[in-house]
């Protein structure tokens, strides 16, 4: 987990790093900083083959869901060597069902009603396997949500819902733009199971979803998991996130899900300082690779591009 | 060979195809303990369960994105949504979600999905419930559009869109459902994207979508009385568009009308006469004319409502003033 996190954190900063310092990587790009536990811990309760469907914030989903991070650099850098040879780029990073990372949506809420069909689906083959989607607190306040989470929950459809609330929807606060006490309470209202979540604890989130998994496993239930969390930067790359109150800010950086693992893990003595720092040698080397892998490769030859609109046989 | 309705046409390639694929699965508001609003789905709830009819609330958006989720499964949905007014609603899902993912993807999603829909201008249903507005989907590469004119097409047509591995977007006509025509009992399809020539003519080609079809039989019928030998042409798909059919038909007749119930402004009439121009401009001895609906939103008051609609006299009336006659 730890491992996980850290590919999260670095490549991300490396990211920051590509757009800001170097120019190198230009179009919207949305940060996961953060929020790391909540896809680590998430992701690593479920099965190699269950789905996820996530968001334009997906560099974090997809590396999290094994995506190999060469291919999502390779991808950011629009190159015809990236996951979805370029045609995607950072809000489609997360598009690799190789590993089960099914989809990734740039319309916010829009991707609750396909999580809904996805999960039917399995229902219907009878699949062991089993649906999580992601969205943040903005996505709450769309119609695809609640029309999405009243057909998962009316359904009873293996689904997890994963809220990442991390407190601004762009520059919009949660509390000028959700009315009930919690968006967990809009999870109860449809019916559901339905649980608040430190978000930048790995470990509650693991446990939380372990459990919504088995429930969504053995008994085609939903959960719906409000994971509290908070992004570190703006909503954007080039957002500096400045309507942010300052002792907020550092109240949360405080809090920072790494920093909160990983002296959990030295407090427990479950790892020595010198093994995290070994972890983060394999890390550092792996992003290193992936630049150069994107680097390398080549752009899709814009004659082919019209294949790619409709599928053959 | 026996008649069947266009409904009942379109009834029975739904269930031939759900006794062919079990992967094949309706949903849409009222279409399983209801039998649908049209009687499309007429006996399937009973045939096959409700797993694979499934009634939903009213949640067009959800409709819409659940086919595409089950489509992302491996299942092969045809969802209904039973006015082409609601499309608004689930556009999202049909133009920006399932319309990309191939594409956006790199080829790694397919999205094997049917939406059914229809319009129901001509049957008093107000401004709201009675938009044919096909032309929307023209500016969303990935979706097919199909628009079946007679039984025989409804059947053939929903059956390849049903193992087409693409969305499409089955645009249906409400005042063609009770309407009767020749299905014959055994197998067919009709492959996506050739128009039909519905009759051969020499002097003047009308181009029909959906129920302008039926019209401008009408309209060729009358014009021969008046000595115009008028060719007319259904398109059948707009996406694709067998603009070959088209093309070779107005170098032939070196005329050409077009005739929709789409408002004219903007419409598939425009996109259909521009790429004429592009491809025959120096066949034509008259400019192309549209003949469609006015750019207003659709009267209630059933006269209003007929004057408003495109018909085989204004079609009749409109060839004659090309033709000098």
Known sequence: ??????????????????????????????????????????????????????????????????VPAKLCMAELFGKETGNCKGLGGSMHVAIYPKTGSLYATAIVGSGIPIAAGVGLGLKQKRSKNIVATFFGDGACNTGAFHEGTNLIAVWKLPVLLFCENNQYAMSTPVKRAVSSPSIAERGRAYGMETIVVDGNDVISVYVAAKIAAERARSRSEPTFLECVTYKMKGHGVYDKGEYRPKDEVEKWLARDPIIVFKKKLLDSKTMTQSEIDAVEDIVKQEIEESVEFAMQGSVLPFNTIQSYVYAEE | MR?????????????????????????????????????????????????????????????????????????????????????????????????????????QLKVPMVLRTQYSLGRQHGSQHSQFTPAWFLQVPGIKIVLPSNPYDAKGLLKSSIRDPNPVLFIESGLLYRTKGPVPEEEYTIPLGQAEVKRKGEDITIVGISRQVGEALSAATKLEQSGISAEVIDVRTLQPLDLKTIVESVKRTSRLVIASDDVKTGGVGAEISASVNENAFGYLDAPIARIACPDTPIPFSPPLEQSYMPNADKIVETVKTIMGK
């Not at chain 1, 990211?15 to 900083?33: C, D, N, Q, R, T």
């Not at chain 1, 083959?49 to 997809?62: C, K």
């Not at chain 2, 699965?25 to 797993?51: A, S």
């Not at chain 2, 939903?56 to 949504?81: D, F, H, M, Q």
């Open chain 1, 1 to 66: 987990m730890l491992q996980s996190m850290l590919l999260l954190r670095r490549f991300e900063e490396k990211v920051e790093e590509l757009f800001m310092v170097k120019g190198a990587l230009i179009g919207p790009s949305h940060l996961y900083l953060g929020q790391e536990a909540v896809a680590v811990g998430a992701m690593s309760a479920l099965a190699p083959d269950d789905l996820t469907v996530t968001t334009y914030r997906g560099h974090g989903h997809a590396l999290a869901k094994r």
């Open chain 2, 3 to 107: 008649e069947l309705t266009y409904a009942d046409a379109l009834r029975e390639a739904l269930r031939e195809e759900m006794l062919r694929d079990p992967n094949v699965i309706l949903l849409g508001e009222e279409i399983g303990v209801f039998n649908g609003v049209y009687k499309v789905t007429r006996g399937l709830l009973d045939e096959f369960g409700p797993e694979r009819v499934r009634d939903t609330p009213i949640s067009e958006a959800a409709i819409a994105g659940a086919a595409v989720g089950l489509a992302l499964a491996g299942l092969k949905p045809v969802a209904e949504i039973m006015y082409m007014d609601f499309l608004p609603i689930c556009m999202d899902q049909l133009a920006t979600q399932a319309a990309k993912m191939r594409f956006m993807s790199g080829g």
